[in-house]
């Protein structure tokens, strides 16, 4: 039986990341159908779930190889965005964070220090604000 499977599972993509999320958010959609009992979520659920066996059984590896791709490319991206966010967030009692007029490059300043002259070390740009 086992041997069967691995002959029948031969040339076909499988599971990767993006299969996994997606079967994870199926989970997700079809519980919630349970506990509140509406059928379009249902229906939702049971359409993500043939899209993911339609991944598992594809024979077609080079496109859903690229579609993992996009999909871990814009996983790696938010990621980093709340990254970035909790860093920031984490930092704001102690620096303020400001844009240079000229670049837009951020520059963090020392709260508390009163007026002081910035200069950018991107575009060397002069300005003054509050700390």
């Known amino acids: 039986m086992k041997d069967k499977l691995r002959r029948f599972m031969m040339g076909r993509y499988g ?3 993006l299969g ?11 519980l919630m159908s349970r506990f509140f009992l509406r059928t379009a979520l ?3 659920s049971l359409s993500v779930l043939i899209i993911v066996y339609y991944r598992i059984f594809s024979k077609n590896i ?4 690229r579609e993992n791709q996009a999909f871990l490319n814009y996983k790696n991206k938010l ?18 964070i400001y844009k240079c007029p000229g670049c837009g490059q951020k520059i963090r300043i020392p709260k508390g220090k009163g ?17």
């Open 62 to 65: 080079n496109s859903r190889y």
């Open 42 to 44: 249902y229906a939702v």
């Open 115 to 131: 007026r002081v002259q910035i200069t950018c070390p991107k575009c060397k740009t002069d300005f003054i604000r509050k700390s």
């Open 15 to 17: 599971i990767d990341d």
């Open 79 to 96: 990621i980093n965005f709340i990254r970035k966010q909790k860093y920031i967030f984490k930092q704001r009692r102690i620096y303020r």
């Open 20 to 30: 996994r999320f997606l079967l994870g958010m199926a989970l997700i959609i079809l």
